[in-house]
């Protein structure tokens, strides 16, 4: 395979070029979920368009009733008889506040020296443009090299992400019979090719095999028509967020089991296979906890934390409001409280099923005097990758051969809902290859991605577009 090693040679000479490229894309404010970065979000999209363009994809932004998808395609070589990869990413990123939380400012991308080496800062930096690169720049260094892209590949990256990929189906829908129609004029789509998850550690690159769902839900708790004097009304009134807090003070009992009726009637159990393979990686307790910023954990009984993370169903409140909260004592009843939650589900669980049984439990329990309100925002089914999947087999032999490293497989305790979306819609299944660590801090201040990894991302896509390449259909 000296194609390739050349091709590796070359990604890590002109290394340098592709960290300022991808500083460039991180200094656009694509934060989608905020109307007043629309235009930023679109020139991030645009951005991608125009590197895809350069590289002799046929590129465009495809509108959606939200923030349009970077479309782009390439037949590969003359004659081409492998698979066609769809390559998955996405270019919105989360808010970057809190703001004052930030050592340098979230859209101005630095390089700093890390404990494992040189690494990016900057929103997006890991979640997901870093990774999105990975793949471009695998692209850039076959053209420039060989002259051709040895794959069919077509590339989907979402500017809608982060905000449940809410249009994403829909658009998946339309283009059905163009991604994998059999008149499909590029020819149909065999299977996705995400990297939007993570590493098992900086020098050992993973396969994801699970992805958990997710449901996300507002419960707004209305009392009396205006705030009171709690002298005056407190005992005699329902105050919304002592009711808010007595009800979700009862969903988990002391063993951290989630109290709604039928939440775990579903939950596919851990086989024990699946669990010894999961206890031989090795995980770092402890580490993990350091990188919290604690010492204890807490958590469902009888399950390892890695187990709880991967393969466990969760319910967390990821909000609650109400009240007075500015300085000094206000002695009052408040007129509402409210409360967001959010749960990660695993195999077989349905969403729409525990979000039924989930609000009937917290109605059960509001007292006549309160009005509740509830807001749906948005859900997402597991993932397991198909166990038989030829593609991991070659992904997992190549890169031991090209690369000197194996892939582990492992699971991901975050979700990337569409992943199931190209299965539903399209039949496609999907490889999860990410380059994450759990100490990028994604969604939180001070995002980095570890130059390392931007590296290792870069020569696994090389390594694979041309193992695919070599793949009977
Ligand atoms: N890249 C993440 C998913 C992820 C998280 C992978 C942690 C590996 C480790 C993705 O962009 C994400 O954050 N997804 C959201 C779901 C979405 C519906 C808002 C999540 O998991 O919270
Ligand atoms: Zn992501």
């Given at each position: 395979m000296t194609t390739t090693q050349d091709v590796l040679a070359q990604l890590d000479q002109v290394f340098d070029s592709s960290v300022s490229r991808l500083a460039q894309w991180l200094s656009i404010p694509s934060v989608g979920t905020d109307p007043a970065c629309n235009d930023d979000t679109r020139r991030a999209g645009q951005w991608l368009v125009d590197q895809l363009s350069a590289i002799g994809l046929e590129a465009q932004l495809a509108e959606t009733p939200g923030h349009p998808v970077v479309m782009a395609h390439h037949p590969g070589p003359v004659g081409y008889a492998g698979p066609h990869i769809l390559f998955y990413g996405h270019y919105d990123v989360q808010p970057a506040d809190p703001l004052d939380l930030w050592k340098s400012p979230p859209f101005e991308p630095v390089i700093e020296d890390g404990p494992t080496g040189k690494r990016i800062v900057a929103r997006g930096a890991a979640d997901d443009k870093g990774q999105v690169m990975t793949f471009v720049e695998a692209l850039r260094a076959w053209k420039d090299v060989t002259g051709e892209i040895p794959c069919r590949i077509t590339c989907l990256v979402e500017g809608e992400e982060e905000s449940g990929s809410v249009n994403l189906d829909n658009f998946l829908t339309d283009q059905r019979e163009a991604l994998v129609g059999t008149g499909a004029a590029n020819g149909p789509c065999d299977f996705v090719v995400v990297s939007d998850t993570g590493m098992w550690d900086s020098n050992t690159p993973a396969l994801t095999t699970m992805l958990r769902g997710l449901i996300y839900l507002e419960f707004i708790l209305h009392g009396p028509s205006h705030d009171l004097h709690s002298g005056m009304a407190g005992g005699c009134v329902p105050n919304p967020i002592n009711e808010l807090t007595r009800i979700f003070g009862r969903l988990h009992d002391a063993d951290r089991c989630i109290q709604i009726p039928g939440f775990y009637d579903d939950v596919q159990p851990l086989s024990d296979a699946l669990r010894a393979e999961w206890e031989a990686l090795g995980f770092d307790e402890q580490g993990f906890l350091t990188e919290c910023g604690l010492t204890e954990d807490v958590g469902e009984y009888?399950?390892?934390?890695?187990?709880?993370?991967?393969?466990?169903?969760?319910?967390?409140?990821?909000?609650?409001?109400?009240?007075?909260?500015?300085?000094g004592a206000k002695t009052v009843i408040p007129a509402t409280a409210s409360v967001?939650?959010?749960?990660?589900?695993?195999?077989?669980?349905?969403?729409?099923?525990?979000?039924?049984?989930?609000?009937e439990w917290v109605k059960a329990q509001v007292p006549p005097a309160c009005?509740?309100?509830?807001?749906?925002?948005?859900?997402?089914?597991?993932?397991?990758?198909?166990?038989?999947?030829?593609?991991?087999?070659?992904?997992?032999?190549?890169?031991?051969?090209?690369l000197g490293k194996r892939p582990v497989l492992m699971g991901c305790g975050g979700s990337i809902p569409v992943v199931e979306s190209f299965k539903r819609i399209l039949g496609l299944d999907a490889l999860l290859v990410g380059f994450g660590l759990s100490d990028d801090r994604v969604h939180s201040p001070n995002e980095k991605f570890d130059l390392k990894c931007f590296n290792l991302g870069q020569r696994t896509h090389a390594a694979l577009l041309s193992r695919f390449a070599g793949m009977q259909v």
């Open positions: 009888g399950y390892s934390l890695l187990e709880r993370q991967w393969g466990r169903p969760t319910c967390d409140i990821n909000g609650i409001v109400g009240g007075y909260t500015g300085k967001k939650v959010s749960c990660r589900l695993v195999p077989n669980q349905d969403p729409d099923k525990i979000t039924q049984s989930f609000i009005k509740l309100e509830v807001l749906d925002h948005g859900s997402g089914r597991p993932f397991v990758m198909a166990p038989d999947s030829p593609y991991v087999e070659v992904a997992r032999a190549g890169l031991e051969e090209d």
